[in-house]
């Protein structure tokens, strides 16, 4: 019987150069004034982050009537690229010191809007791992475009101190998914390791001999 899968299983964050130095270091000021423990405001971010989504996969088909009003189906010919139900990336974060990580992200879509020299922000990746940290896959995302930043609300009723989350939607043209097996990290039938000790057993050495 196989473990489930557990969510949890991933490492994501936004790229270092997810903003030019210059303009982080403009963030500093305020870090520093909100006692945020962290050297710069993508790394700030970045320990918010609370999940990604990737999309599906869904086939829109052609079909053909036949004689008798039979419905015929047929195989779409989209590029294998474009046969995902969307090209977005939605990512969800913690709203944390007063939504101040909300407005910092804020601040930095409407930077990449007004950003006429780079139509794309550098490659996101998903590094998938097992129970060990040890990386099994990675997908990674090129060509991304900043699309939409979810809403926040201002709510003098509410007195009591709930998890809050937002959403940034990212827009990818391109993904590539890669496997990260290696022949030597392979267990092949016929090459089972030797066992040198089990716990209550008499298998392996007997340090007293």
């Not at 710069?40 to 999940?51: G, L, M, P, R």
Request: aromatic share 14%; charged share 20%.
């Amino acid at each position: 019987m196989r473990l489930s899968s557990q969510s949890s299983q991933f490492v994501f964050n936004l790229p270092a150069n997810f903003l030019p130095n210059e303009i982080v270091e403009t963030y500093t000021p305020i870090l520093e004034k909100n006692w945020v423990q962290y050297d710069n405001v993508i790394d700030y971010i970045n320990s918010t982050i609370k999940s990604v989504s990737f999309p599906g996969i869904s086939f829109e088909m052609p079909m053909q009537i036949r004689m008798r009003g039979k419905e015929r189906s047929f195989k779409p010919s989209k590029n294998v690229q474009d046969i995902t139900t969307t090209h977005d990336l939605n990512i969800t974060f913690r709203s944390v010191d007063s939504d101040l990580n909300y407005w910092l992200l804020f601040d930095i879509i409407t930077k990449h809007y007004l950003d006429t020299e780079n139509a794309f922000i550098g490659p996101f990746t998903i590094t998938c791992v097992d129970i060990h940290r040890d990386a099994i896959y990675v997908i990674k995302f090129y060509e991304i475009i900043l699309k939409s930043l979810s809403e926040i609300n201002f709510n003098y009723s509410q007195q009591k101190v709930n998890a809050k989350d937002f959403t940034m939607a990212f827009h990818f043209n391109f993904y590539d998914i890669e496997f990260l097996l290696h022949k030597k990290k392979v267990l092949e039938v016929g090459e089972l390791p030797n066992i040198i000790q089990v716990i209550g057993g008499n298998i392996g050495p007997n340090p007293m001999s």
